[in-house]
């Protein structure tokens, strides 16, 4: 029987700064594409077995190193790879359970303090680097950006004593399947996008938000912010005038890619509206707002580039106005700027916005994971 270990005390050990060494038993191109930070490519099949000099060679490799893990997709090659090196004398060799697919589903769940009376939660996807989040005011919620692991927002929202009494995406996403209607129609309430979805095709009923309406949650009022650009029904969602959540418009260190709606042909058009959207909109916000992403980009390494994992993603408007470079920029430079750069597609996400937008339904769980494997492309570089 296989030693194993979650993902959850994976993600702790990474945190400790604990020493050990991650061997990854999936093909190169998988590996490449998106792997843990820290691991070592081992390509390993299921059916393959471990030579003398495999053997040897992945212990020049381990160099010592006491404890040592392995991950496949989804825990299986890995578990075999485990068996074949304990059978050369390896010890201490644990299987990380349920490979990536079960790592796509750590979260950690992050209080944001702001100067004023709401009670924020962030609640980050580890692997894809997609924050989601709980408004909360007197024992009230609203969930906002929600994954389709839904109950880490129901969980997130009874352990801090809160109901959930509406359901709120900033936009169609293109990297990772919403879980925001399922959760409203699960719990009953509303489940608000800006008004301007209909003209996206989705084929769903939902309670249309409006630019500049206002919800209330227990004291806390919830401000449509319009700010397309990323695609053209974002809204960013000011809590009093304490914090905003930004989606893809604007991250702590870049902002939103224009070009996954508008096409590689219009991207300019996006380019314009973002520079609208962040000039004339969230940079006349006062500097002590807060500001909270609907991502957090992560390396290729498997890093954050930003922060640390389990540690609030935030800045403030106030600082980012001073320090992100892209806000310097003349609005004819912005525009060249995202028209000139574009970025690697994120996978799939034509198939994800069209789940998303009501029109497709992946097969099974499998499917799912597979069409979301990898870590978001959500920012222009
Ligand atoms: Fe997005």
């Known amino acids: 029987m296989v030693e194993a270990i979650t993902p959850e005390e994976l993600a702790d050990k990474q945190d400790a700064d604990e020493e050990f060494a991650l061997l990854d038993t999936r093909p190169e191109s998988s590996f490449e594409s998106w792997h843990i930070h820290g691991a070592t490519n081992v390509p390993f099949g299921p059916e393959e077995s471990l030579s003398e000099d495999d053997a040897e060679a992945v212990a020049s490799m381990l160099d010592g190193t006491d404890e040592v893990f392995t991950i496949c997709a989804k825990g299986i090659s890995s578990s075999h790879f485990v068996d074949e090196l304990e059978a050369h004398g390896f010890e201490n060799v644990k299987v990380v359970e349920g490979g990536m697919e079960a790592w796509s589903q750590v979260y950690e769940r992050v209080p944001i303090e702001t100067s004023g009376d709401a009670e924020l939660v962030q609640i980050q996807r580890r692997s894809k680097g997609c924050l989601g ?175 640390h994992p389990a540690a609030p993603i935030r800045s403030t408007i106030g600082d980012v106005r001073r320090e992100l470079d892209v806000l310097q920029l003349s609005e004819a430079e912005f525009v060249s700027h995202l028209t000139e750069n574009v970025p690697e597609k994120p996978p799939n996400y034509e198939t994800v916005i069209a789940i998303n937008r009501g029109v497709d339904e992946p097969e099974d769980e499998e499917e799912a994971t597979e069409l979301e494997l990898g870590p978001n492309r959500c920012s222009a570089p």
Do not use: C, W
Request: aromatic fraction near 8%; glycine fraction near 10%.
């Open 133 to 307: 989040y709980l408004v909360g005011s007197d024992s009230e919620a609203a969930a906002i950006d929600v994954s389709r692991h839904i109950d880490e927002f129901r969980d997130a929202a009874a352990a801090h004593g809160y109901e959930i009494t509406h359901v709120f995406d900033t936009h169609i996403h293109a990297d990772h399947i919403s879980g925001g209607r399922r959760l409203a129609d699960e719990l009953g309430v509303p489940y608000h996008l800006g008004d301007r979805a209909r003209k996206r095709g989705v084929e769903y009923e939902y309670d249309a938000i409006g630019r500049n309406e206002v919800v209330r949650v227990g004291e806390v009022d919830i401000k449509a912010v319009y700010t397309p650009g990323h695609t053209s029904e974002i809204t960013s969602y000011l809590v009093n005038d304490e914090a905003v959540l930004t989606g893809d418009t604007l991250f702590v260190d870049s902002i939103g890619r224009t070009e996954l709606e508008f096409g590689d042909e219009d991207v300019g058009k996006g380019a314009e509206m973002q520079y609208d959207s962040l000039h004339k909109m969230l940079m006349s916000d006062p500097d002590s707002v807060v500001v909270l992403p609907g991502h957090v980009t992560v390396t290729e390494d498997g890093q954050f580039a930003h922060g």
